[in-house]
């Protein structure tokens, strides 16, 4: 049997296998389990994410998961088939858009109708919403995401390259400008509109089949928060869509998309039409994008135009890169470290900022990084008030410390945190003979 | 492992690098003992809240006291949260504000706070970003220890919005720093607790006073209004036009809404051929610069006054343009500037802050960090005296009618009557802009001779015109968006 | 020319016409100043350099802080050619200043490609740009904790006056910012055809090549990151001007975005293009500020604010003619 040696491959089916191994299949699996019970908030294994980002570990948590599915996306535009964007944000917000269009509450259908007459008090205007649930809104965000990709392809096959990532900011603006133009939708260009919830309805019925906005017991079964039923739930999407993404990607469309990236001349040459890959590309990733912005509109409960920002779009850039581009491993590893980083940093200055009255061994080193801000207290971090001069608050080190992450990253290990583990997998495997 | 090393030096290269740059200035007053003149003072300001009997909760100490979150009852101390904006577009201000708040809680707890409770501070930062501010929000909401008792700073209009609903849930009382009419609406949030007047009655009264002024001047009134999209642009433009239909006078230009983007060409063009000669602002201050610049360039000669965050001394007052802002710009405002004097509230802040932060320069913001301390002590203050803090306790008293704030003089007193008409506050400040006067100092330099001055004057306290005090208000000038 | 550009300015909306041209013309030169310092990057390194926006603003602090604080921290001199407190510097004196400015603004691009590109030679040209963006983010909160707390003046000598023809009101600071861009244009065409010009021409086409002729070709890099970034740096204090936003000071709410605003007019004339960086900045600024003066009429079917999407417009139009800008380098594409 195969399975024995761990890198003879005896059939294709086997070398395409998502886990080619017993043993990823198991680790996957106790993953999988330690998901579940974490959300759970079960002993010990809480006390990991709580360790990092401190009691209400949970929420930071949940904010990147809609955001994930969406780093899926971006994966498969530039990781996979390598046409580089940088409007994966507007197409999030298109989602998002359509969500709260179909999903949200507002006015008679009439108001979904597009007719600007001209830029009036909120008063005139309606709001459109049609209050249907999310089995059909979430499936649309996806689809309407995905025609707007489609609508975008064609730039694709006329501009290459850095020009590519020029022209898909200018996506971002448009949108942007989009939001601004039409109220009826994006509602109020400051403070936005409020997105349908999670809640899973049959239909617009008042008590909803399954509820994701309140703490209660579930099926009568388990009495959870708020916060870890959309934790399940979105933890279970992502999941889902990991799968769907793996299966692409090893699928022949995968392989054809693989192609393009890697000489897209050469990929037409054999055979694979580049137009029409091109394309698929572009509706995919949107389609992921879509879900993921929906999603996320709807589970921080209110979004204005301003949030689809060209820096949601850096962000997604940084997940790829700093995760590892290409791959789905890689990709979740860099939405948890771009998600996370900053809150951890947070968490742990706060912490730091405790151990310089607590006097221990970590006292020096609180004391070297940590000032109050107060005259000869010196250190980097600006832990009082923020003052004039070249202390900053830990806020501010937190954009420092991201940016300083991707330029040593790119650097150092330009295939990201995926690199680093087949790095220290190849290790092991390797062992005692790791030279 | 060439490289790890590397990576090391590098990181340590840099974290040295930052230490040397860090702050080594050397004026040292050190130690904060917690300014002992102003102990009497803040004795005084919860004197306006006391609706309970203070005799027999004297000897009850902690243990009778009913709490739930944000509270460590042990060792008597209530946790407070500030969402605040420390490194996004207002951040100049906002950690300005914040340090004023910080050091009232400095000063009251060095007074011994009340009844042996002490309140500290739980700052986060949201870089003025919505889904930032909404975890920060989640993490001061939490119920457990970590959470805190009520949220005394919430910056902006956005991230209100966004919360608002929440916080009335998690009955989290919140101070938000933003004065959109929206607020004092009970039916928006019930658990907000708006400070001062809106946008809407600030633009009736600063209209109404450029009305004054332009006729005092034997000029023509003709008014122009430009404003920002969303709900603080629309809510300032819509009290200007409400104020101009009140006392006839001619809109001549009406930019409700047109200040988006980078472009304002058009703008400033159709202003200047409006023939306007008082023009009301509701914008952000680099758009103020922009246009009122321009227009002033083009030949426009018209009194200037817009709602109070169009204008910010820190942006104008180095511009190129200081001297024109010195002679049309009239700054709408809530509340006492830096070095105000005779008012009692200003005395104690200047105390304060130039003990505890004498690093800082000097602010007028300080005045809104403070308000929001006077505010939060008082409601603090009146729920110890109930023997009941906890959270939805915070929000009862908050909803009473008879609670009220008395802000010694900073701003007008204020009290939460349930009905919108009687909540709204009418009277807001008008400053004069004076370049020359002008004198940005650290508050280390502060001697009472020599106060320093962010180049603003009020020349009217607590203003209230005809439109603003007559007009009846069924609801918020503008609508919320579902 | 000129005697018809002044009757023109006599009537109203003659006068209109002539401000709108100018405005086109000072806001274009600003758009090429940047634009410039893009493609001397791009040309040499192959590095779309994003961080531009930090870049320029943190050159235009510099600027701030030997006028208005007599001199950097951490030094322990001022700038003796500060001008005394409450003062403000003669004409020369303020462009020795400026120079000295663009210098400490060369100086950071050195520091930047020795630290963060050169040891990227030869990664795909895409992880260069994010590298840039990295960069970008790294050092903005730098700039806006320098300014958020304190007003950060420029100190332009003739401030915000301006001359009059006819109707029409002609800042000094448009035509500055005309004459500079021209200089800075003439300079860096010029600078091609000396013998380092044409060294960074060379490494451009094929650094390998380059290297054996014998170019230096790290050298040529950091030549290129000084002159793209004093360049920037330039475009951000042209743009701190009165009347330009800014209104003669660096502002943490309008210098962020500058760069960003340049993007299009570097994909209009082709990133490798010096030609392509003058005729899209002034087209891109032309098309802008007219659609803003003349398409007023339209604001309620187009949207308030629709002059800001003009230019990425006008770029995606472009595009569609022609893939690599109006001057670019077509990529040459083999199996």
């Known amino acids: ?435 | ?482 | 020319m000129i005697n018809a550009f002044l009757q023109l300015a006599q009537v109203g909306t003659g006068a209109t016409l002539v401000q709108t041209l100018l405005k086109s013309f000072a806001l274009g030169s600003v758009y090429v100043l940047i634009a410039l310092g893009f493609v001397i990057i791009f040309k040499a390194t192959q590095v779309l350099n994003f961080a531009a926006g930090a870049l320029s603003m943190a050159g235009a602090m510099f600027m701030t802080i030997l006028i208005s604080d007599g001199g950097l921290p951490l030094l322990p001199f001022g700038n003796p050619l500060a001008p005394a407190e409450g003062e403000t510097a003669s004409v020369v004196l303020f462009f020795v200043n400026v120079l000295i400015a663009l210098a400490l603004a060369a100086l950071l691009g050195l520091v930047i490609e020795r630290l963060a590109i050169r040891p990227m030679v030869g990664q795909p040209l895409f992880a260069m740009a994010v590298i840039t963006l990295g960069i970008e983010i790294a050092i903005r909160p730098f700039n806006l904790d320098a300014t958020a707390l304190e007003g950060r003046r420029l100190g332009v000598p003739w401030g915000a006056s301006s001359w009059n023809w006819g109707d029409a009101v002609v800042p000094k600071s448009y035509i500055v910012a005309v004459i500079i861009a021209a200089i800075a244009g003439a300079g860096v065409l010029l600078f091609f055809r000396t013998k380092l010009g044409v060294a960074m021409r060379a490494v451009a086409f094929d650094q390998e090549a380059a290297m054996a002729q014998g170019i230096n070709v790290g050298r040529v890099f950091a030549i290129a990151w000084a002159m793209g970034t004093a360049l920037a740096a330039l475009g951000a204090i042209v743009y701190g001007m009165a009347p330009f936003p800014p209104g003669g000071s660096v502002s943490q709410e309008i210098h962020p975005l500058l760069a960003l605003r340049v993007l299009p007019v570097i994909v209009l004339g082709g990133l490798d293009s010096v030609a392509g960086a003058i005729y899209g900045g002034l087209i891109i600024a032309t098309a802008e500020v007219f659609a803003g003066q003349y398409l007023s009429q339209w604001n309620s079917t187009l949207g308030s604010g629709y002059s800001t999407i003009v230019p990425y417009l006008v770029m995606l139009f472009m595009l569609l003619v022609k893939p690599y800008g109006l001057f670019g380098t077509p990529e040459i594409r083999r199996v």
């Not at chain 1, 507002?106 to 108001?111: I, L, P, V």
């Not at chain 1, 597009?114 to 999310?134: D, K, N, S, V």
């Not at chain 2, 027999?56 to 969402?83: L, Q």
């Not at chain 2, 009862?396 to 909540?423: C, H, R, T």
């Open chain 2, 1 to 482: 492992m060439r490289r790890l090393k590397v990576f090391v030096a590098l990181l340590l290269a840099l974290s040295m690098l930052a230490a040397a740059c860090g702050d080594d200035e050397d004026s040292s007053s050190g130690g904060d003992d917690g300014g002992s003149d102003t102990s009497d003072d803040s004795g005084d300001s919860g004197d306006s809240g006391d609706s309970g009997d203070s005799g027999d909760s004297g000897d009850s100490g902690g243990a009778e006291i009913a709490t739930d979150f944000g509270v460590d009852a042990e060792n008597k101390i209530i946790y407070v949260g500030i969402n605040g904006d420390l490194t996004g577009p207002f951040a100049s201000l906002v950690a300005e504000i914040v340090a004023a708040q910080e050091v009232y809680w400095e000063v009251f707890n060095g007074n011994g706070g009340y009844q042996g409770w002490t309140v500290e501070p739980v700052v986060l930062d949201s870089s003025y970003q919505t889904d930032i501010g909404i975890q920060n929000y989640e993490t001061l909401a939490q119920e457990s220890e970590d959470g805190v008792l009520m949220i005394t700073e919430n910056t902006g209009s956005p991230i209100t919005a966004a919360i608002a609903e929440q916080a009335a849930e998690d009955n989290v009382l919140v101070i938000p720093l933003s004065w959109a009419s929206l607020w004092p609406d009970p039916a928006f949030g019930s658990a907000i607790l708006e400070k001062q007047t809106t946008y809407c009655v600030e633009a009736m009264n600063g209209v109404e006073w450029l009305y004054e002024k332009v006729q005092s001047e034997g000029l023509d009134p003709a008014l122009a209004i430009i404003g920002r999209p969303g709900e603080y642009g629309e809510d300032g433009s819509v009290g200007a036009a409400l104020a101009a239909e009140a006392l006839g006078i001619p809109v001549v230009y009406d930019g409700t809404g047109a200040v988006a983007g980078d472009d304002r060409t058009a703008i400033i063009s159709e202003l200047v051929s409006s023939g306007a000669t008082m023009v009301w602002v509701t914008l952000t201050p680099g758009e103020l610069l922009d246009i009122f610049g321009n227009s002033v360039t083009q030949g426009l000669r018209a009194y200037w006054s817009g709602s109070s965050p169009s204008f910010n001394y820190l942006v104008h007052m180095p511009s190129d343009f200081a001297a024109e802002f010195s002679e049309y710009y009239f700054q709408s405002q809530y509340q006492a500037p830096w070095a105000t004097p005779g008012i009692p509230g200003m005395e104690d802040i200047i105390a304060a802050m130039v003990e505890a932060r004498p690093e800082l320069n000097i602010s007028d913001v300080f005045t809104t960090g403070w308000i929001e301390g006077i505010m939060a002590e008082t409601l603090i203050r009146t729920a110890i005296d109930q023997g009941d803090l906890t959270r939805a306790n915070m929000v009862a008293i908050s909803q009473d009618p008879s609670f009220s704030v008395d802000f010694k003089g900073l701003s007008a007193d204020q009290s939460w009557p349930q009905d919108y008409n009687e909540a709204v506050v009418r009277s807001s400040w008008i400053y004069d802009v004076d370049v020359s006067k002008f004198n940005l100092i650290p508050l280390a330099d502060y001697t009472p001779e020599n106060p320093g001055s962010t180049g603003l004057i009020p020349i009217e306290q607590d203003y209230i015109g005809s439109v603003a005090e007559n007009f009846v208000f069924d609801g918020p000038c503008i609508e919320t968006s579902g």
């Open chain 1, 1 to 435: 049997m195969a399975f024995n040696r761990p890198l003879l491959r005896t059939s294709y089916e086997q070398d395409a296998a998502i886990f080619p191994t017993y043993t990823q299949k198991g680790a996957m699996v106790a993953f999988g389990v330690f998901l579940v019970l974490m959300g759970l908030g079960a002993p010990y294994i809480s006390a990991i994410p709580e360790f990092f980002l401190g009691p209400t570990w949970i929420n930071p948590i949940t904010n990147m998961l809609p955001l994930a599915i969406s780093a899926l996306g971006i994966n498969i535009l530039v990781g996979v088939t390598g046409q580089v964007s940088l409007g994966h944000a507007f197409f999030m917000g298109v989602g998002a858009y359509t969500a709260v269009a179909l999903g949200g509450s507002g006015d008679e259908w009439q108001a979904c109708v597009p007719f600007h007459e001209e830029i009036g008090l909120l008063e005139e205007r309606g709001q459109c919403g049609l209050g249907l649930p999310i089995w059909v809104w979430l499936p649309f965000s996806g689809a309407v995401a995905a025609a707007f990709g489609i609508f975008v392809s064609p730039a694709a096959m006329k501009v290459r390259g850095l020009y590519l990532a020029i022209v898909t900011v200018g996506l971002v603006f448009i949108g942007l400008h989009l939001g601004r133009m039409f109220p009826e939708y994006a509602g109020d260009f400051e403070s936005g509109r409020k997105w349908p919830s999670l809640d899973f309805r049959l239909w617009k019925e008042e008590t909803p089949l399954i509820e994701f906005s309140e703490d209660g017991k579930w099926f009568g079964l388990i009495h959870l928060s708020e916060e870890q039923k959309q934790y399940f739930l979105l933890m279970a999407l992502l999941g889902g869509f990991i799968i769907l993404a793996k299966n692409l990607v090893r699928s022949r469309t995968g392989r054809a998309l693989q192609a393009i990236r890697d000489r897209d001349i050469a990929a037409e040459v054999m055979g694979v039409p580049e137009f029409e890959y091109k394309r698929l590309g572009f509706a995919i990733s949107s389609f992921y994008a879509g879900i993921g912005g929906a999603l996320w509109g709807s589970y921080l409960g209110r979004r204005s135009p301003v949030d689809w920002s060209l820096f949601l779009s850096v962000d997604f850039i940084a997940i790829l890169l700093i995760g590892g581009a290409g791959t789905i491993a890689g990709t979740m590893l860099g939405a948890v470290f771009v998600e996370l980083t900053p809150e951890i940093v947070k968490h742990r200055t706060d912490w730091l900022a405790e151990q310089i009255d607590a006097s221990n061994i970590f006292t020096p080193v609180a004391n070297f990084l940590l000032t109050t801000g107060e005259s000869g207290d010196f250190g980097p971090i600006n832990i009082g008030t923020v003052a004039p001069g070249w202390t900053m608050s830990v806020f501010q080190w937190n954009f420092v410390i991201y940016g300083v992450l991707i330029v040593i990253f790119l650097i150092f290990e330009p295939l990201g945190l995926f690199g680093i583990w087949i790095k220290i997998r190849n290790y092991w495997k390797r062992w005692p003979f790791s030279y």
